[in-house]
């Protein structure tokens, strides 16, 4: 029987690997970071919560934001609004990537209308 994690802890561990991937980048900010799922943007502002396997998560983050002098903050965004995000879970890159446009050389957002 395989361990499947649920979607909180999957929504957590995206925060995770994107400040473990940009850690070293985001020192000395505070940052906002938009998600869609009620219980991980109260587990990172409140730091506390019910569930230890998000607890565990959340103090990874407190420990990347110690180490690396960064501050973060979980804002609440709809999930009809959350479009690029769920394309990427979904394994949906053609789609993502239709999103975006090339300008000199770098990928910029496309406008998007929920």
């Not at 906002?32 to 959340?58: Q, S, Y």
């Given at each position: 029987?395989?361990?499947?994690?649920?979607?909180?802890?999957?929504?957590?561990?995206?925060?995770?690997m994107?400040?473990?991937?940009?850690k070293?980048?985001?020192?000395?900010?505070?940052?906002?970071?938009?998600?869609?799922?009620?219980?991980?943007?109260?587990?990172?502002?409140?730091?506390?919560?019910?569930?230890?396997?998000?607890?565990v998560?959340m103090?990874?983050?407190?420990?990347?934001?110690?180490?690396?002098?960064?501050?973060?903050?979980?804002?609440?965004?709809?999930?009809?609004?959350?479009?690029?995000?769920?394309?990427?879970?979904?394994?949906?890159e053609?789609?993502?990537?239709?999103?975006?446009?090339?300008?000199?050389?770098?990928?910029?957002?496309?406008?998007?209308?929920?």
């Amino acid at each position: 029987m395989k361990n499947k994690l649920s979607i909180d802890k999957l929504e957590l561990l995206a925060v995770i690997m994107s400040l473990e991937q940009w850690k070293e980048d985001i020192s000395g900010n505070s940052l906002v970071f938009l998600c869609d799922n009620e219980a991980c943007v109260k587990v990172v502002n409140k730091r506390i919560g019910k569930c230890p396997k998000l607890m565990v998560g959340m103090k990874h983050i407190a420990q990347l934001g110690l180490v690396n002098d960064f501050s973060l903050e979980l804002e609440w965004i709809d999930t009809k609004s959350n479009i690029l995000p769920d394309l990427l879970s979904r394994n949906e890159e053609r789609k993502f990537l239709s999103l975006f446009q090339d300008v000199h050389g770098v990928l910029l957002p496309k406008r998007v209308d929920p």
